[in-house]
């Protein structure tokens, strides 16, 4: 079978997702990428067409082992028919569970036929430059392995006589999962001396948890902790202070610092 297009679906707060998506896609190198960003709040609602024979790759952070339930909510709109499937789950340097399983079990009760997956490695969501988990990942060794795995499943694409060809693909992990995030009720909180009212944090917050008037005030009941609001904020006023969520920043760096590499299932990257 010929890949005659590559369609990115994703929910990524941080953007380590899209990057490894993109890089995937890269060695792919379809003519056709095109890329279907479910990450804002608008992304519950987008209405995505549904799928026949592109390659669709869709990626999810891990989030407590699992996959976040805004990123279910938000893939839970697609559907397909026997449509091949890559499925990719970022985590930040310490396990991704049962993550990878579930995100399989979903996509094929929305019709996909997974081809393949894989784990990637991201800069964690609540490292800092002071308190580093993987930080810069995926860097430029993770970038070439998802290029050089996009080649593989062109090649393993290929040979296949149809679409709907059993894939039998084998994936770790528990069921019925196990995990899941842990309610903190907390969110980022904004520095004021600092904060220049410029709405960045409001734009880029996958739950709208963040409004602007005259200054940023957080819906703390909304908050995934998905950092996005910290990262994306340009002068560094967005920030975690709170105690819990600190400390489990501080075990993250202690603990998971040795670096972990991507994990490929359904490929044979040996070969
Ligand atoms: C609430 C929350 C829970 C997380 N849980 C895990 C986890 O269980 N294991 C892990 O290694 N990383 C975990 N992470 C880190 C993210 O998986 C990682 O930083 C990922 O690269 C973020 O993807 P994004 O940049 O696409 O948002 C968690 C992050 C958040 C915000
Ligand atoms: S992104 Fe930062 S500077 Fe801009 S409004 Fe938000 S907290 Fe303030
Ligand atoms: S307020 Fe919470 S959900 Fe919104 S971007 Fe910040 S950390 Fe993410």
Redesign the pocket.
Known sequence: MKIKQVKLI??????????VLESIAEGIAAADVEQINL?LPQGVQKTVPPFSDELVII????????L?ADAIKRFKQLKAGKTLAILI?????????D?LLELKDLAIELGFNPVAGAAF???????TKDVP??NG?PDSLDVQKAMAFGTKIKDKIKVLQSPDALMDLQIPGRFPYE?G?RSLAVAPVTKEDTCTVCGTCADVCPTAAISMNGSVATQVELC?????CIKNCPTGARVMEDSKWKNIANW?NEN?STRKEPQIFGIDVYK
């Open positions: 994703y929910f990524s707060p941080t953007g380590t997702t899209r990057k990450t990626g999810a952070p891990v989030y407590g082992g699992r976040p789950v970022v985590y930040g340097n310490r396990e991704f569970e993550a490695i991201g800069e964690h969501s609540f490292a988990i993987a990942r995990g995030v995934i902790r998905c950092c996005a993250l998971c």
